[in-house]
Nanobody, 119 residues
Framework: QVQLVESGGGLVQAGGSLRLSCAAS????????IGWFRQAPGKDREFVSV????????SYADSVKGRFTISRDNAKNTVYLQMNSLKPEDTAVYYC????????????WGQGTQVTVSS
């Protein structure tokens, strides 16, 4: 079982930056791909980005390409989401989730961290 904890959210002006962290418990962090998702009020949960088990493969939603960067440090059991050039439409609760190697779905989710971008 993997416990995920997001941090780094907060209130920021449009055009500003935040770095989110997703910290995982245990010693099997490198066996999971880690994805970031977000959910705005009244909206469905939206995929943001994902990084592979090795960290060599990364994907981004079109809405964040060129602005967000995902990375991972397996030695620290942590995945980061660097968010630059933030827009009001980025306002949401951001969640990280773990996808087991050899699995078929995201199985573990964090509690979420609020990101609010003011105009």
């Amino acid at each position: 079982q993997v416990q995920l904890v997001e941090s780094g959210g907060g209130l920021v002006q449009a055009g500003g930056s935040l770095r989110l962290s997703c910290a995982a418990s245990g010693r099997t962090f490198s066996d999971y791909a880690i994805g970031w998702f977000r959910q705005a009020p009244g909206k469905d949960r939206e995929f943001v980005s994902v990084i592979s088990w090795s960290g060599s493969s990364k994907s981004y939603a079109d809405s964040v390409k060129g602005r967000f960067t995902i990375s991972r440090d397996n030695a620290k059991n942590t995945v980061y989401l660097q968010m630059n050039s933030l827009k009001p439409e980025d306002t949401a609760v951001y969640y990280c989730a773990a996808y087991p190697k050899g699995g078929s779905k995201y199985e573990y989710w964090g509690q979420g961290t609020q990101v609010t971008v003011s105009s």
